[in-house]
T-cell receptor, first 110, second 114 residues
């Protein structure tokens, strides 16, 4: 059974203090790993898709990386508007649906 | 391009009632997936429809059902509501099957069962 865990559960950073979020997964053949951002009361917003180990993608202050067992979402010099819950999801070679992790709740203080 | 829309945004029902939620996907998208989100269980997959056919189903009881129309709009129905059905119900659309293409989520319908 596919499983996704995320750590830490919650993270508080000062504005400008860089850090990383972790997503560890167990899947029968990874077809894709997805990062989403979710603001309170809203649906998840797509950030990145990673397909193979060694792949990296960047968008503004965010950079996602992928290994065979985990993915990291690096946040460089975060701003208060980066505060949100960050969700990781995987899809395997056999299933057609996504399995989501529990998320990391990020708070960036001014 | 308009995003995924869901109606209603908020709903209050009592135990035993039934409810129907609606989702309009992004124009051109043929796949609609439904998810339940609760603080305790997180985001859980309910089912996916593609070209009016249910393609995948998560581990939810038969009280949860859905359908998709020829214009790709989808409805989800929950019968005999239970207190534990209180949740944010999200739908997501994609241009291909959910596992093959990026999913874009709607704002959700928040259901409260009293």
């Amino acid at each position: 059974e596919d499983q996704v865990t995320q750590s830490p559960e919650a993270l508080r950073l000062q504005e400008g203090e860089s850090s990383s979020l972790n997503c560890s997964y167990t899947v029968s053949g990874l077809r894709g790993l997805f990062w989403y951002r979710q603001d309170p009361g809203k649906g998840p917003e797509f950030l990145f898709t990673l397909y193979s180990a060694g792949e990296e993608k960047e968008k503004e202050r965010l950079k996602a990386t992928l290994t065979k067992k985990e993915s990291f979402l690096h946040i460089t010099a975060p701003k208060p508007e980066d505060s949100a819950t960050y969700l990781c999801a995987v899809r395997d070679n056999y299933g057609q649906n996504f399995v989501f992790g529990p998320g990391t709740r990020l708070s960036v203080l001014p | 391009k308009a995003g995924v829309t869901q109606t209603p945004r908020y709903l209050i029902k009592t135990r035993g009632q039934q409810v129907t939620l609606s989702c309009s996907p992004i124009s051109g998208h043929r796949s609609v997936s439904w998810y339940q989100q609760t603080p305790g269980q997180g985001l859980q997959f309910l089912f996916e429809y593609f070209s009016e056919t249910q393609r995948n189903k998560g581990n939810f009881p038969g009280r949860f059902s859905g359908r998709q129309f020829s214009n790709s709009r989808s409805e989800m129905n929950v019968s005999t509501l239970e207190l534990g059905d209180s949740a944010l119900y999200l739908c997501a659309s994609s241009s291909g099957l959910a596992g093959t293409k990026t999913q874009y989520f709607g704002p959700g319908t928040r259901l409260l069962v009293l």
